[in-house]
Protein backbone atom coordinates (compact mmCIF):
# COMPACT_ATOMS: atom_id res chain seq x y z
CA UNK A 1 0.00 0.00 0.00
CA UNK A 2 1.40 3.28 -0.74
CA UNK A 3 0.68 6.41 1.54
CA UNK A 4 1.49 9.48 0.51
CA UNK A 5 1.29 13.25 2.99
CA UNK A 6 0.32 16.42 0.85
CA UNK A 7 1.54 19.17 3.27
CA UNK A 8 -0.37 22.72 2.31
CA UNK A 9 1.53 25.62 3.65
CA UNK A 10 2.11 29.42 2.27
CA UNK A 11 3.91 32.30 4.09
CA UNK A 12 0.95 34.79 2.91
CA UNK A 13 -0.66 35.54 5.89
CA UNK A 14 -2.88 38.47 6.94
CA UNK A 15 -2.83 37.70 10.20
CA UNK A 16 0.49 36.36 11.73
CA UNK A 17 3.12 36.69 8.49
CA UNK A 18 5.61 33.80 8.26
CA UNK A 19 4.24 31.97 10.41
CA UNK A 20 5.02 28.43 9.33
CA UNK A 21 8.57 29.68 9.83
CA UNK A 22 8.57 30.80 13.61
CA UNK A 23 10.86 27.98 15.29
CA UNK A 24 9.41 25.53 18.32
CA UNK A 25 12.26 24.32 20.37
CA UNK A 26 14.79 24.46 17.37
CA UNK A 27 13.14 23.76 14.29
CA UNK A 28 10.37 25.45 12.16
CA UNK A 29 7.05 24.58 12.35
CA UNK A 30 6.74 23.38 8.88
CA UNK A 31 9.89 21.04 9.45
CA UNK A 32 8.56 19.80 12.64
CA UNK A 33 5.37 18.89 10.46
CA UNK A 34 7.82 16.64 8.12
CA UNK A 35 9.68 15.26 10.64
CA UNK A 36 5.93 13.99 12.17
CA UNK A 37 5.50 12.73 8.54
CA UNK A 38 8.26 10.91 7.94
CA UNK A 39 7.81 8.60 11.34
CA UNK A 40 4.95 7.33 9.74
CA UNK A 41 6.10 3.73 8.65
CA UNK A 42 4.57 3.16 5.48
CA UNK A 43 4.93 6.33 4.08
CA UNK A 44 5.97 6.47 0.52
CA UNK A 45 5.77 10.72 -0.43
CA UNK A 46 5.59 13.41 1.21
CA UNK A 47 4.87 16.27 -0.83
CA UNK A 48 4.71 19.86 0.24
CA UNK A 49 2.65 21.82 -1.30
CA UNK A 50 2.86 25.84 -1.86
CA UNK A 51 2.50 28.07 -4.07
CA UNK A 52 4.50 29.74 -7.10
CA UNK A 53 4.84 33.35 -5.57
CA UNK A 54 8.59 34.52 -4.66
CA UNK A 55 7.79 34.99 -0.94
CA UNK A 56 7.17 31.16 -0.30
CA UNK A 57 10.52 30.47 -1.71
CA UNK A 58 12.15 30.07 2.17
CA UNK A 59 9.45 26.78 2.04
CA UNK A 60 11.08 25.31 -1.14
CA UNK A 61 14.37 25.44 0.47
CA UNK A 62 13.15 23.97 3.82
CA UNK A 63 11.98 20.99 1.52
CA UNK A 64 14.90 20.67 -0.48
CA UNK A 65 16.89 20.48 3.13
CA UNK A 66 14.77 17.79 4.44
CA UNK A 67 14.90 15.88 1.09
CA UNK A 68 11.20 16.18 0.60
Known sequence: M????LITARLKSVRLPGKI???LNG???IE???QRAK???DASNIVLCTSVLSNDVPLVEVA????I
Open 64 to 67: QENK
Open 27 to 29: YTA
Open 32 to 34: RVI
Open 21 to 23: LFL
Open 2 to 5: NIGF
Open 39 to 41: TVV
